[in-house]
């Protein structure tokens, strides 16, 4: 429990890969107007290396780090699969384990509880 009596595993993070950081801004603006997430950071300049269909891909991307409540994800990531480019795009999550306080409040306050399923 957080020092609020908030259970810490009420947030998460989900990483999404785009092609372009003009994508990436496009998917990112969508999430948070939705109330998706609270905030998206979009790291440029990495490389992904791959196998896709049997071969060895290499790839310019940005990375979208996505903090959200963890009851978000399953929208977060429909959201992601329908406007995405890519036939498999990477949706991937982790629970954030702590952290400044005031700033899991902000997100708590940003984006509405949901039900879980």
């Not at 957080?2 to 990112?28: H, I, Y």
Request: aromatic share 6%; glycine share 6%; net charge negative.
């Amino acid at each position: 429990m957080s020092s609020t009596g908030r259970p810490m595993e009420e947030f998460s993070m989900a990483f999404v890969t785009a092609p372009t950081a003009d994508k990436a801004k496009e998917l990112a603006s969508g999430i948070v107007s939705g109330k998706l997430a609270a905030c998206v950071n979009i790291i440029p300049g990495i490389t992904s290396v791959y196998e896709w269909q049997g071969k060895i891909e290499e790839d310019s991307e940005v990375l979208m780090m996505i903090k959200t409540r963890t009851t978000s994800i399953p929208e977060l990531t429909e959201y992601v699969r329908k406007n995405h480019p890519y036939d498999v795009c990477e949706v991937i999550t982790t629970s954030i384990e702590g952290g400044n306080q005031a700033y899991l409040d902000w997100i708590a306050k940003t984006v509405p509880e949901k039900c879980e399923k």
